[in-house]
Every structure is written in structure tokens, then in C-alpha cells.
Nanobody, 124 residues
Framework: QVHPVESGGGLVQAGGSLRLSCAAS????????MGWFRQAPGKEREFVAA????????LYADSVKGRFTISRDNAKNTVYLQMNSLKPEDTAVYYC?????????????????WGQGTQVTVSS
């Protein structure tokens, strides 16, 4: 079982950058896909990005494509989300999640373990 713990959130001005990290304990980290989701106040949790177990395949929501980059370091059991050109609408709590499959997927149902979340606030 993988247990994700996020870090790296904060307050940034529009146009700025942040890098989120997710340290995941558990021996199965390198065999599963990982993903990032976000939830803004009053809205449902939405998919942001996912990465395959090897890191060679990635998937992004249209709203972040070209601005965000997901990556992973299996030697460190860590997945990252580099966020550039941030917009106020990116403000949300960002969650790291461990999938039950090895391929990148946007479906919440394909993720079995979730972190507590980290707040990202983008000011205009």
C-alpha cells in the first residue's frame, strides 16, 4: 500500500511557478501510476495530471496542458508537479494520489490512496 504525502504548496502571483512534491511510502510505488487532482472551493475534485509507473507516459487535463509537467523519481519514491504560468483559476487544494493501475488515467475510481492535500493560491 502506498501512502502519499504532498508538499510545496503556497501563495504565488499570477504568472509565477510552483513545484509540488509527493513522497509516497510503500514498496509498490514503482509498479503503479500516480496522479494529481485538485479541488477548488465549491467545486468537485478534478483531474490535473497522471504519469505511468515508468514515467514514460503522461496525461494532462486540457486546462493545464503546456503549463504543468508531471514527473517521477522511482529511486526516491517521489512524484512532482511543476506548475508554470499559474493563473488565479489554478487556486485549489492539490491532492496526490496512487493509482491501482500502471497506466496514466484521469478516473478518480482508478486511484486507491490519497494524500491530505496542499493549498495552492494564485493571486491576480
Amino acid at each position: 500500500q502506498v501512502h502519499p504525502v504532498e508538499s510545496g504548496g503556497g501563495l504565488v502571483q499570477a504568472g509565477g511557478s510552483l513545484r509540488l512534491s509527493c513522497a509516497a511510502s510503500g514498496r509498490t510505488f514503482s509498479s503503479i501510476a500516480m496522479g494529481w487532482f485538485r479541488q477548488a472551493p465549491g467545486k468537485e475534485r478534478e483531474f490535473v495530471a497522471a504519469i505511468s509507473r515508468s514515467g514514460r507516459s503522461t496525461l494532462y487535463a486540457d486546462s493545464v496542458k503546456g503549463r504543468f509537467t508531471i514527473s517521477r523519481d522511482n529511486a526516491k519514491n517521489t512524484v512532482y508537479l511543476q506548475m508554470n504560468s499559474l493563473k488565479p483559476e489554478d487556486t485549489a487544494v492539490y491532492y496526490c494520489a496512487a493509482a491501482t493501475v500502471s497506466f496514466p488515467t484521469p478516473r478518480v475510481a482508478d486511484f486507491g490512496a490519497w494524500g491530505q492535500g496542499t493549498q495552492v493560491t494564485v493571486s491576480s
